[in-house]
């Protein structure tokens, strides 16, 4: 029912008495990469990784993981798991490739379908310009196609160049 520690109880037990209160046993992040990679060479360690890659976990995730496994034991710190994390990523990556995994490497899958929209939009406002030139002439007229991609925000709307004043706190007028 009580189970909230008494305040002042952290300063009842031993100082650095966790691996992380601790300096970290390496301090380059050569000497960090050599011991992951060492760790991740033994074939349990990586059939443990490639059947949680199996399971969905994503790489992302996975290396996280890792690394934060290895602050807490005190091995490096987090400024070197920040350094080193992208190394791990395609270490992990690679084997999982060369297996024939099929794996989620957990980057941002959200900007390729916004790429696609984007993609998108830019050819529907360019169809929509080429049909209203056909429309007005009669005659298919590309070359009004440049200035397509300022209507990506809203293809409905028309284009409109008008020279804005310039604003900001440090501007000074002259004339």
């Known amino acids: 029912m009580f189970s909230a520690p008494i305040p002042g109880q952290s300063l009842t037990s031993e100082v650095k008495n966790s691996a992380w209160e ?3 046993e ?7 990469v050599m011991w992951h990679i060492t760790r991740l060479n033994n074939p349990k360690k990586f059939k443990s990784i490639f ?4 399971l969905g976990l994503d790489v992302v995730t996975l290396t996280e993981g890792l690394l934060r496994t290895a ?17 791990i990523h395609e270490l992990i990556v690679g084997r999982a490739k060369a297996v024939g995994i099929d794996f989620n490497e957990g980057l941002e899958e959200e900007n390729e379908e916004d790429q696609k929209d984007l993609d998108y939009r830019i050819e529907s406002a360019k169809a929509d310009k ?6 007005k002439t009669g005659e298919i007229n590309l070359s009004s196609l440049k200035d397509t991609e300022k209507e990506i925000a809203d293809p409905e709307m028309p284009v409109e160049e008008t020279e804005e004043e310039p604003k900001g706190l440090m501007l000074r007028r002259t004339a």
């Open 22 to 24: 601790n300096p970290p």
């Open 26 to 32: 390496m301090s380059a992040p050569e000497d960090a």
């Open 51 to 54: 059947e949680l890659l199996e």
């Open 71 to 87: 602050v807490a034991e005190g091995r490096h710190s987090i400024d070197v798991s920040l350094i080193i994390a992208p190394i």
């Open 130 to 135: 080429i049909i209203k030139g056909m429309e």
